[in-house]
């Protein structure tokens, strides 16, 4: 018998990733629509069907009620800001291309789409599937085993990541994938709101669980602490415990895995393609549904992907000049350096240079515009006119640690300006990552 091989995506989460994906330059169609999310969470889906290609799938999503982690914590999740409007209008469309692309959708009352993941994983784990979870959510590594594993889609041109029971423990730094609850618990999660052991961070998070194997053996054994971490651990058991309880993912929503339901079958094309054209996904469509641009053999009109008529081509210059100026010099005609530092050499050579300067301009690249939920993508630096560096920040966030970690010496140097366009936002990135920038200020944005 053929393997079986069954992806389950999570919905808002890849739908929010897509969009803070483009938050810098954003897909806009004719009608003044943001697509971004839209756009970006198809291209994730179809590039799965076509290359890794599942016998099963499925998306869940959350549905936008409380859920009984409310009732066990109440402030659960309510530092969160209000969901975006582009994500609100991009949800109801991604769910009309999943159900035309004949993809089911999960969702359950009183639980979130990752303990709806979780329940269906296990389930069909046991049926002999192999289970891909495809989301960039890291809580989503405490339901790994042999045959279910995290699927992160590819950011910033780096590869997809395929984490199994191995590099799930190398990351965490633990035994077992299940511990990641307990690392959770400990360091608790600013994103949800799940308040964690104050003053506990991820690192020493994974040292007390490497040791003591979970918050209930440390709670036991506080005698074999010292100082402040012994107070802590003893002042904030409780919460400690609530905290784990939040961050475990469910394992028993009331839903059943449906083998015949999730297996892959014929897209609805009509649909598909009426879908298509209303958000003007030419590209998409053209790759998905296998239709033309334009209509063949009509020259000097302009047609859509669907065969219609849109225009004749005009070359006439407009009869008014429009109330903007279009900059004369851009990457093309401008003499410019920009560096790539993505190896130890080049950034020595970068930090060496950088702590030379009485001030350089210095910006972040996120995946998004909340800096207490994006994830560091890379970093530039300037101090000279039309010269760049660009340091690519990896994925992994060991490996991202050491990376930021050659930076500190510049930017904690009270004696070195800092210049940046809304650099406070900048700040708390680094922050998020041990970096407290110093040193005397210049924010554009302001100026």
């Given at each position: ?54 016998t ?28 975006p409007?582009d ?21 359950v ?53 395929i ?47 490497q ?12 005698d ?7 107070e ?55 790759e ?92 530039s ?19 991202a ?6 930076f ?12 940046g ?27």
């Open positions: 018998m053929s393997e079986k091989i069954l992806y389950l995506l999570d919905g808002h989460a890849l739908v929010y990733r897509a969009h803070y994906a483009f938050i810098s330059r954003p897909l806009i169609n004719s009608k003044g629509q943001n697509v971004s999310a839209v756009s970006g969470f198809m291209r994730t889906v179809w590039d799965l069907i076509k290359n890794r290609k599942p099963h799938i499925a998306a869940a999503f959350d549905l936008y009620s409380d859920t009984f982690r409310h009732k066990m914590y109440e402030p659960y999740k309510a530092n969160r800001d209000a969901q409007e994500i609100t209008y991009a949800v109801p469309k991604v769910i009309d291309i999943l159900k035309a692309m004949n993809i089911p959708i999960m969702a009352e009183n639980y979130e789409a990752d303990d709806v993941i979780g329940t269906i994983a296990k389930q069909a784990a046991r049926q002999g599937y192999t289970v891909f979870m495809v989301t960039p959510d890291k809580d989503y590594g405490q339901l790994v085993e042999e045959n279910i594993k995290m699927y992160k889609p590819g950011r910033q041109g780096n590869e997809v990541e984490l199994g029971v191995e590099e799930i423990t190398q990351n965490w730094g633990i035994q077992r994938p299940e511990q990641v609850i307990d690392i959770l618990g400990l360091m608790g999660d600013s994103v949800d709101n799940i308040p964690g052991l104050p003053g506990i961070g991820e690192k020493t998070a994974s040292k007390l669980i040791e003591f194997g979970s918050v209930e053996n440390l709670i036991q054994n506080t074999k602490l010292k100082g402040k971490q012994k802590i651990v003893e002042n904030y058991a409780a919460q400690g415990m609530l905290s784990k309880q939040l961050a475990t993912i469910e394992l028993n929503v009331p839903i059943q895995f449906d083998e015949k339901e999730y297996e892959i079958s014929e897209f609805d094309k009509d649909k598909l393609s009426e879908l298509f054209k209303e958000l003007e996904f030419r590209t998409l469509a053209r998905i549904l296998g239709q033309n641009e334009t209509s063949a053999g009509t020259p000097g009109v302009q047609a859509d992907l669907f065969g219609n008529t849109v225009a004749t081509v005009a070359k006439e210059e407009p009869e008014t000049k429009p109330e903007y100026t279009i900059a004369s010099n851009n990457i093309s005609n401008t003499t410019h350096h920009y560096t790539l530092c993505d190896d130890d050499a080049l950034i020595n050579m970068l930090v060496s240079k950088l702590s030379m300067q009485k001030s350089f301009s210095f910006d972040t690249e996120t995946t998004g515009i909340d800096p207490n939920e994006a994830e560091l993508v890379g970093m630096f300037s101090f000279a006119a039309h010269e760049g560096y660009y340091v690519p920040v990896p994925a992994n966030k060991s490996d640690l050491k990376r930021i970690e050659h500190r010496p510049v930017l904690e140097n009270p004696n070195i300006e800092k210049i366009q809304n650099i406070k936002y900048d700040f708390l990135i680094m922050k998020w990552h041990g970096i407290n920038i110093r040193g005397p200020i210049f924010d554009t944005m302001i100026a």
